[in-house]
């Protein structure tokens, strides 16, 4: 039963973070770089300007329940399988979310790159 | 890429590597968590190290926003990812737990993928050259840095 928890754990993991960076991606794209801003406005009026933004704080909400069901699938299972496996399934589905909502150019070299994550995550999953 | 930025990138690993290695630890402690007792999930903040590894989460966070307001998601996450040989060692040789061959050649198809998407560009998206949304006018008395800005992307 052990093993069905630890996977239930993971799947709500790998949902709600694809989910809460795909908003965060987007929120920080809408603010820019922080870097450059901090320099112009000051700390201050970035972090307002960030903590404003409601892609934002949809995004902090859905890796809250993220970050709890990484708490419930930990509790469960041995943390070289579930922080791996979790945090490589959620680049697996990023790179297919990127593509679709944040129109990344997902190209070779980073389909590659998630093909080599998904067969790590298989192997480690034995 | 600038060295400030690769500092940004490291962060992230770092932080996220080390915060998970201690909530693991912290929730080794605690104990299992059942769905029918969520208030126990509550108590487990008062564990040390529960809390110590929140606050590293939180300076993770910190990193990861500041890397995703200047890099593509598809390139912040599996640049970072370095951070799974990280979490293997550290749960290998201070959580003393068992790691598998096969676990092991995992973690080194994962590294192999960090190789691929850290030799290429981090912004594919160029709509905002300067870094900045068009909500906000150009600074005409920081040419200079938002020449370097525009620049290092071009590099990377």
């Known amino acids: ?126 | 890429m600038t060295l400030r930025r690769y500092l940004v990138l490291a962060g992230v690993t770092f932080f996220a590597s080390s915060g998970d290695s201690l909530l693991s630890y912290g929730m080794k402690q605690v104990g299992p968590v059942s769905v029918q007792h969520l208030p126990s999930m509550i108590l487990a903040f008062l564990n040390p190290w529960v809390a110590l590894g929140i606050l590293l989460l939180l300076g993770f966070f910190a990193c990861y926003t500041s890397a995703l307001s200047w890099a593509d998601l598809t390139y912040v996450l599996p640049a970072t990812s370095v951070g799974y040989v990280l979490v293997a060692v550290i749960a290998r040789f201070v959580l003393h737990e068992h790691i598998p061959t096969t676990r092991w050649l995992g973690i080194l198809l994962i590294s192999a993928g960090v190789g691929f998407v850290a030799s290429g560009p981090s912004r594919t998206d160029m709509r905002h050259p300067n870094g900045l949304p068009k909500s906000i006018p150009e600074a005409s008395e920081e040419p200079a840095l938002l020449a370097g800005v525009g620049s290092s992307r071009a590099e990377s």
């Open chain 1, 1 to 126: 039963m052990n093993d069905i928890y630890t996977w239930i754990g993971i799947g709500l993991v790998v949902f709600s973070s694809v989910a809460g960076d795909v908003l965060l991606s987007k929120a920080m794209k809408q603010v820019g770089d922080v870097a450059v801003l901090r320099r112009r406005m000051g700390v201050m009026k970035v972090v307002a300007r960030v903590v404003s933004n409601s892609n934002f704080l949809f995004g902090l909400l859905t890796m809250t329940i993220s970050f709890y069901s990484l708490l419930y699938g930990l509790s469960w299972g041995d943390l070289s399988l579930v922080a791996p496996a979790a945090a490589s399934l959620t680049f697996v589905g990023n790179a297919v979310a990127a593509r679709i909502f944040l129109h990344e150019k997902v190209d070779t070299r980073r389909w590659i790159a998630a093909l080599l994550v998904a067969g790590g995550v298989a192997l480690m999953a034995v």
